[in-house]
């Protein structure tokens, strides 16, 4: 399991979508001497109090690289803002950046889980917390086949590629709906009716069409979640759920052909080149959509504890 990325900057932050500007974002300020002025000219304002002790600063500057240009004797106090030149390099940070985009969506991703469902959750539980969850088949079928519905359309609309940087998320080996037709099979020679897609998927489905065609970086977002929720947290529902109604029965929707960390991997790799060409307008609308999905996908996992 990944660190948690607020450790890397020791901020906790309640809009992760907001620039941060914390230690990293001011290791380039310089200290200017003169007359205290507001800290409008620093970036994004620091955290950093702006009149500061420049004998304790002279040491710890240096120490902690904020590059200190005080002169030594001088008592009077000094203002602590981004030069001109400096304030180009101190862009806003935000939370994960350093490690590639996969990490800030994972960031955003991992707040939106409730606090039962993830260590790293910041929601309340919902009203049916998971540990109360009571899986029944009708329930979990309705489950695999709006989930299938969800996965034939990623995968159909990486096929068709109508945006170029689609291509590069074919043939993954994180494809899912092939996997799920095996498992919904097996449901059926099993004597169960398997259900018509629902509303949950369908809507879903058609939601993901539109936006793979209007909005490349809010359907990207989608994408992610969509791959790296089922390996995470989806697998282990899975496990769960299997125990309680399946007698331990491992569905082909929980196994990858090849080592899965490997495959993520690759497709992280994918996901960080594709948004490195993205302003950071169109990153923040991207992390942004991260609410939907989980709204969305969050209304088909439920499906597991339905009766009706
Ligand atoms: C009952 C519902 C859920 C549970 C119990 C759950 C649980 C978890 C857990 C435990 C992790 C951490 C895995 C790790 O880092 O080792 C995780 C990661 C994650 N979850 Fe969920 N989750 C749930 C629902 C969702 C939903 C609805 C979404 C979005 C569609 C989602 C998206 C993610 C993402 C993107 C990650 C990061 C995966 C990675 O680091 O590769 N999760 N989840």
Not at 104 to 129: C, I, N, W, Y
Not at 150 to 157: A, K, L, N, R, W
Request: aromatic content about 10%.
């Amino acid at each position: 399991m990944m660190a948690m990325t607020v450790g890397e900057f020791g901020l906790s932050l309640k809009n992760a979508a907001a620039p941060v500007v914390g230690a990293a974002a001011c290791e380039k300020s310089s200290i200017q001497s003169g007359p205290s002025k507001a800290p409008h000219s620093v970036h994004f304002g620091t955290r950093i109090s702006p009149r500061v002790d420049l004998r304790s600063l002279n040491f710890f500057g240096r120490v902690l690289g904020l590059g200190v240009e005080a002169p030594s004797t001088s008592s009077n106090s000094f203002v602590v803002r981004a030069s001109s030149a400096s304030a180009e390099k101190a862009k806003a940070r935000y939370p994960g950046e350093k490690k590639g985009f996969v990490e800030e969506m994972r960031f955003v991703a991992m707040k939106l889980h409730t606090k039962d469902q993830s260590k790293e959750g910041e929601k309340e539980s919902d009203a049916q917390p998971i540990g109360q969850w009571e899986p029944t088949i009708e329930g979990y079928l309705k489950f695999l086949v709006d989930s299938k519905r969800v996965y034939d359309t990623m995968e159909s609309i990486v096929q068709k590629a109508s945006h170029p940087s689609y291509e590069l998320f074919r043939n993954t080996g994180l494809e899912r709906a092939e996997k799920l037709a095996k498992d919904l099979e097996w449901f059926a020679e099993q004597g169960h009716v398997i259900p018509e897609p629902g509303t949950d998927g369908t809507t879903y489905s058609k939601y993901l069409t539109e936006l793979s065609e209007t909005d490349v970086p809010s359907f990207i977002c989608h994408f992610y979640n969509v791959y790296f929720a089922h390996s995470a947290g989806g697998k282990f529902i899975g496990k769960k759920v299997a125990e309680m109604i399946l007698d331990g029965r491992e569905l082909e929707f929980y196994k990858w052909d090849g080592e899965l960390s490997q495959l993520l991997g690759a497709v992280k790799e994918n996901l960080n080149k594709v948004a490195e060409e993205w302003t950071r307008e169109e990153k923040n609308k991207c992390l942004k959509e991260t609410e939907n999905s989980f709204k969305y996908s969050g209304k088909i996992l439920r499906l597991i504890a339905t009766s009706k």
